[in-house]
């Protein structure tokens, strides 16, 4: 069964903003510490930003300042805010999930983003 679910990608201008969710079932997203992986063409998946074991954050240094993660425990979601956006952050991003207990992941299907003009 589906048990991360990402929206909110698309093409954006250099500069600009976009925001990416991720909807989660109840039973992982309490769990699991939550994050954000991206794969842009040729190149391998890499860390953009997630909530750590310990609940605090950790963001690449690519995207530091630039990008916040957050999430809505009532909404079993968490978000990515994406601000002056570049040509270089074009990917496909993943939500992803590991699970505290299991150390099982969860990936989403991921949701381009295409930074262009």
């Known amino acids: 069964q589906v048990q991360l679910v990402e929206s909110g990608g698309g093409l954006v201008q250099p500069g600009g903003s976009l925001r990416l969710s991720c909807a989660a079932s109840?039973?992982?997203?309490?769990?699991?510490?939550m994050g954000w992986y991206r794969q842009a063409p040729g190149k391998q998946r890499e860390l953009v930003a997630t909530?750590?074991?310990?609940?605090?954050?950790h963001y690449s240094d690519s995207v530091k300042d630039r990008f916040t993660i957050s999430r809505d425990n009532a909404k079993n979601t968490v978000y990515l805010q994406m601000n002056s956006l570049k040509p270089e952050d074009t990917a496909v991003y993943y939500c992803?999930?590991?699970?505290?207990?299991?150390?099982?992941?969860?990936w989403g299907q991921g949701t381009q983003v295409t930074v262009s003009s």
């Open positions: 992803h999930a590991d699970h505290l207990f299991t150390s099982q992941e969860y």
């Open positions: 109840r039973s992982i997203f309490s769990l699991s510490a």
């Open positions: 909530f750590t074991r310990g609940g605090s954050t």
